[in-house]
């Protein structure tokens, strides 16, 4: 959208990947002549009468950079890279989540969350690894995931990120608690990502495999059967349907549905900010407006509750008192 005169190389290496979120002084990417641009689309949707909002997919080298977007005449709201890339650990989330929240207070401009997207590994595999962050568009090690415990982690991640003040994105599919399909037979693979690297990176192809709706076998009320969508679904997915998981209230469309009615009945949710309150290491605990208190336990040990509060939800089994690792609760701590 702009470029720097003359047009200078960027001096990548060769087969450098897209990490836009690395490039300090690039000739091409986020040079601030782009606002310009940005701010005479804002008056254009300014002149409509009802409510506008744009979103910028705007992957800059840090979340200071990223509030240049969300100037009070450029864009409304902007994705949250730092936050979905951060690996499954209490000190980079809450870093992610503080950065964030400094650098768009001085330009008033609500945060974003988000975990996954078309472009990355779906959060349930990526957090099954040893190495729980985000990789570039799909440039992941090989490394095996424990499902089970990626299930566990991202139904926790589901009540944070529920939980934060500003607006939170689900990705399709995130809702279902979809793995990333890393089986994809080669001659179906589509992204150019494959090429690009010499067929050394299968892409970001596993996350963009079509959403099973209903039935036992694909398409899985994807499309009328016989009718193959553009990737094909695994047979074991119909597990994950959708028809499938309304029905148990211990799936997770149930809990992202129980959470979304939360989150939009509880007035604490509708106010701005957080306060951060002590907890054990590996612990995140913060309150929100009078009495909504949130505690995840990333930790590998399970962390007391006496006196946080009366639970409202839990993102699995609480026992007693005792939050177990890997879970999230709210809590209304006026009550206990």
């Known amino acids: 959208m702009a470029k720097v005169p003359g047009l200078p190389d960027a001096g990548h290496a060769p087969g450098a ?11 091409h990417w986020d040079v601030d002549a782009v606002h310009d641009i940005l701010r005479r689309w804002r008056k254009v949707a300014d002149e409509y009468p ?26 409304h709201t902007a994705f949250n890279f730092d936050y979905l890339k951060a690996p499954w650990d209490a000190n980079a989330l809450r870093s992610a989540i503080d950065s964030t929240l ?16 078309h472009d ?27 499902l089970s415990l990626g299930v566990r982690r991202a139904r926790a991640a589901a009540l944070l990120t529920l939980a934060l003040p500003g607006t939170a994105y689900i990705y ?35 996350c ?29 997915w119909a597990q ?26 509880l007035p604490d949710l509708h106010v701005p900010g957080l306060t951060w309150r002590p907890a054990a290491a590996g612990v995140l605990t913060f309150d929100r407006g009078e009495s909504f208190r949130c505690v995840v336990n990333l930790s590998d040990r399970p962390v007391s509750l006496v006196g946080a509060g009366r639970p409202l939800i839990a993102s699995g089994f609480v026992d007693g008192d005792q939050l177990p690792p890997d879970t999230s609760v709210w809590l209304d701590r006026n009550i206990g």
């Open 102 to 117: 400094s650098a768009l207070a001085p330009v008033e401009a609500p945060a974003t969350w988000v975990l996954s997207t």
């Open 120 to 146: 990355e590994t779906r959060h349930v595999t990526r957090y099954g690894r040893r190495h729980s962050g985000a990789a570039t568009m799909g440039f992941d090690t090989a490394e095996a995931s424990d």
């Open 17 to 27: 990947l897209f990490e836009s979120h690395r490039w300090v002084g690039s000739p």
């Open 172 to 206: 399709q599919g995130e809702e279902l608690g979809l793995p990333e399909v890393e089986d994809l037979p080669e001659e179906l693979l589509q992204d150019p990502t494959w090429e690009r690297s010499g067929r050394t990176a299968r892409g970001r192809d596993g």
């Open 240 to 265: 994950f349907s959708a028809q499938v998981q309304q029905q148990d209230p211990r799936s997770m469309l149930s809990l992202y549905r129980a959470v979304l009615h939360l989150r939009r009945s």
């Open 50 to 75: 009802g409510d506008r909002m744009f979103v910028t997919e705007a992957v800059v080298a840090g979340a200071h950079r990223l509030a240049r977007y969300l100037r009070a005449d450029e864009m």
């Open 208 to 236: 963009r495999v079509p959403l099973p709706w209903a039935g036992q076998h694909p398409p899985f009320g994807f499309s009328p059967p016989g009718v193959d969508p553009w990737l094909p679904q695994p047979q074991q």
